[in-house]
DNA sequence: ATGTCC
């Protein structure tokens, strides 16, 4: 595969065979993945109507069909297609952060008090249930067309809460009567869960502002305590794409649809099992954005019990989704998988108050590294889109037999951090060096014009999946 | 990511 170094920042994958457009990888000689991730950007280029390019961002790894880290639009008018391997299974996966009116010398005395009680009030762990008093099965029906806006009216959240969420807390055009029972049986019983591998809740400290103005309108200062809350859609989530995989791989055939992998199963935007997949999706996505909204509340009650302080939203962001978009005109399905839309500054899609800044984007790091905030900027080149986290390495597998979960422990607690595990062999699973280095990737996106860098977070506490 | 295989 011929790949061209177009600038220090920017490859690009020549189009070749059944490809309808290149590859454009935003990265550095040194973050480049393994061939495998960027063969399967090559093969996301041969999906019916993509427009421009099959994009990766700096964190780009292998993944199920498409790349993590991959950004693919496709016009629906021209028959595009949308996939849900390119969502992921993790529909609406995806990060949150709320800064407290603390700093990290005023909470150390109650630290470990603090861990001890996020610990006890943050359900997670695989398939364990976590369940919410807020609803029965009855009212998940709420929960999936409504999300984070049927939490807060519930009382979980503030409504300033809703104007800090991406699509207001809940995304349009959710149907849950493409849910199927199956999923709604997974789903009802975890709302208000962590769950498990890399998600996970940290209390975090503001240690580097980059730029100044854009972290005050945030809310961010130095010094400041701040919790970010990385989770996903569960098990709902996992079994919606699972049975829309299985349904588009049956019906390809029908709409004339070949492609390389049989994981970029898809259909057209405007098909019965397109409209079935989008549904589902943005129902599922709604259920993300609950869970991330009660899990919210759920650290609020901690924080207000053992520091009196309050947790004010900054923003809330999926990295793994498909949205139907206008760009240039064109209404395109753009696939973001491992990627986060970054709206630029005057975007209509931001409060009023933000608007000037371009939209939040939360970069989460590895538990004993460090996290970013980041800020869209103008003229992004890949459809608004950036990063969203520091990108795998090496397999879980490898991870676990590189150190013992208990051994990473200790070490991350000789370095001041508190942990609160929910398995040994998860830990040890999202060891650090499992990841790229997170400042890489951040200066790389920076570096090829997809985002700005505010402020970089590091590591007090974390409370892991 | 995920009742780590329907």
């Not at 990766?56 to 950004?71: E, K, R, S, T």
């Not at 400290?205 to 859609?233: K, N, P, W």
């Not at 590294?369 to 608004?384: E, I, K, N, Q, R």
């Not at 990473?408 to 595990?421: K, W």
Request: proline content about 6%; hydrophobic content about 40%.
């Amino acid at each position: 595969m011929k790949l061209v170094q177009e600038t220090p920042f920017r490859f690009r994958i020549e189009r070749h065979g059944p490809m309808r457009v290149p590859g454009v990888v935003f990265t550095t000689p040194d973050l480049l993945p393994e061939e495998e991730a960027l063969r399967q950007v090559a093969n996301v280029a041969t999906l019916p109507g993509i427009v421009r390019a099959s994009y990766a961002m700096p964190d780009l790894h292998w993944g199920y069909g498409f790349p993590i880290g991959g950004v693919a639009a496709t016009d629906v008018a021209a028959g595009g297609v949308v996939s849900p391997g390119g969502v992921g299974f993790d529909i609406s996966c995806g990060v949150r952060l709320l800064a407290a009116d603390l700093l990290r010398e005023q909470l150390a005395p109650r630290l470990n008090r603090l861990m001890d009680e996020l610990d006890l009030a943050t359900p997670r762990g695989l398939g364990r249930g976590g369940v919410w008093p807020l609803p029965g099965s009855a009212q998940l029906g709420r929960v999936l067309r409504e999300g984070a806006r049927y939490a807060v009216e519930q009382g979980h959240g503030v409504p300033r809460d809703l104007d800090r969420c991406e699509d207001q807390g809940a995304v349009a055009g959710a149907d849950p009567a493409q849910v199927s029972g199956r999923a709604v049986e997974r789903g009802a019983v975890q709302v208000g869960s962590l769950g498990s591998g890399n998600h996970f809740l940290e209390v975090q400290a503001v240690t580097e502002i980059y730029d100044a103005e854009v972290a005050a309108a945030f809310g961010l200062r130095l010094g400041q305590v701040c919790v970010m809350i990385h989770c996903g859609s569960r098990g709902l989530g996992h079994q919606i794409c699972s049975e829309h995989v299985r349904s588009m791989d049956k019906a390809m055939a029908r709409y004339g649809i070949h492609v390389p992998d049989r994981q970029l199963a898809c259909a057209p935007v405007d098909s019965p099992e397109g409209r079935a997949y989008l549904g589902a999706m943005a129902a599922a996505a709604n259920y993300g954005r609950a869970n991330r909204q009660l899990l919210s509340e759920a650290a609020r009650r901690v924080f207000e019990r053992v520091t009196g302080a309050a947790l004010d939203l900054v923003y809330d962001v999926s990295h793994n989704m498909a949205k139907l978009e206008e760009h240039d005109g064109h209404r395109l399905c753009v696939h973001r998988k491992g990627a986060t839309l970054a709206l630029p500054p005057h975007h209509p899609g931001l409060p009023a108050d933000l608007a000037p800044f371009g939209q939040p984007v939360f970069i989460p790091g590895t538990m004993g590294t460090a996290s970013h905030v980041l800020t869209g900027v103008a003229d992004g080149p890949a459809f608004h889109s950036t990063c969203h986290g520091a990108g795998r390495v090496q397999s879980r597998h490898q991870a676990a037999r590189s150190i013992q979960g208990r051994d990473l422990r200790d070490r991350l607690e000789a370095r001041g951090i508190a942990v609160r595990a929910s398995s040994w062999r998860g830990l040890s699973e999202e060891t650090p060096t499992a990841y790229k280095d997170v400042d890489a990737v951040v200066a790389a996106g920076v570096g090829a014009g997809l985002c700005g860098n505010v402020a970089r977070l590091v590591p007090l506490g974390v409370v892991k999946g």
